[in-house]
């Protein structure tokens, strides 16, 4: 059965960075592309990034482009998100999602599998 585990999230002051993980497992991880998705308080979740399965193609939302960094290693199964110069808008609960395809889409509902979060919270 396939999991995903969300850790790094935290309190930080704007202008600061945090580093999310995501921890795979119970999937063949390679074959899976990986995304972060977001949802504030009283939104509904938007994409935040994708990476492909060999970690060479990525795709961004305009909001965090030249600001947040998606990456993964495959043989620990694993996909992060480096987020710098972060902003109060930027608060919200981190989802990781994995997709069964080597298409990176942005759509959310095209995501088979889900972390259960973690919440990153920017103070002004």
């Known amino acids: 059965q396939a999991q995903l585990v969300e850790s790094g999230g935290g309190l930080v002051q704007a202008g600061g960075s945090l580093r999310l993980s995501c921890a795979a497992s119970g999937l063949t991880f390679s074959n899976y592309v990986m995304a972060w998705v977001r949802q504030a308080p009283g939104k509904e979740r938007e994409f935040v990034a994708a990476?492909?399965?060999?970690?060479?193609?990525?795709n961004y939302a305009d909001s965090v482009k030249g600001r947040f960094s998606i990456s993964r290693d495959n043989g620990k199964k694993t996909v992060y998100l480096e987020m710098n110069s972060l902003k109060p808008e930027d608060t919200a609960v981190y989802y990781c999602a994995a997709r069964g395809s080597r298409v990176v889409i942005r759509t959310i509902s095209g995501y088979d599998y889900w972390g259960q979060g973690t919440q990153v919270t920017v103070s002004s």
């Open positions: 990476i492909s399965t060999g970690g060479s193609i990525t």
